[in-house]
């Protein structure tokens, strides 16, 4: 069982960047891939960004490409979501997530374990 903490969501000006990290315990971290993944209000979730378990691999929502980076660090068992050039429309809860997967490819849906989110807030 892994339990998954989000930090560093806050309010930014468009243009601006933030840096959320997810802190996983239990579980063996690096048997999984993680992944972030988004909720405005009244919009379905949306995926991200998802890593691998090695960090090799990396997938990135179409709205975000070429803004956002992931990462993972399974030395501290971490994951982080560098958010920069961030617009109106990236203003969601994000949550961090983590299915087990030792494949390199990275998975878009059926994750099994879910942080409690974090807001991030980007006012115009």
């Known amino acids: 069982q892994v339990q998954l903490e989000e930090t560093g969501g806050g309010l930014v000006q468009a243009g601006g960047s933030l840096r959320l990290s997810c802190e996983a315990s239990?579980?063996?971290?690096?048997?999984?891939?993680m992944a972030w993944f988004r909720q405005a209000p009244g919009k379905e979730r949306e995926f991200v960004a998802g890593i691998n378990w090695t960090g090799e691999t990396t997938d990135y929502g179409d709205s975000v490409k070429g803004r956002f980076t992931i990462s993972r660090d399974n030395a501290l068992n971490t994951a982080s979501l560098q958010m920069n050039s961030l617009k109106p429309e990236d203003t969601a809860i994000y949550y961090c997530a983590a299915r087990p997967w030792l494949v390199q490819a990275v998975p878009r849906g059926q994750y099994n374990y879910w942080g409690p989110g974090t807001q991030v807030t980007v006012s115009s």
């Open positions: 239990g579980g063996t971290f690096s048997d999984h891939a």
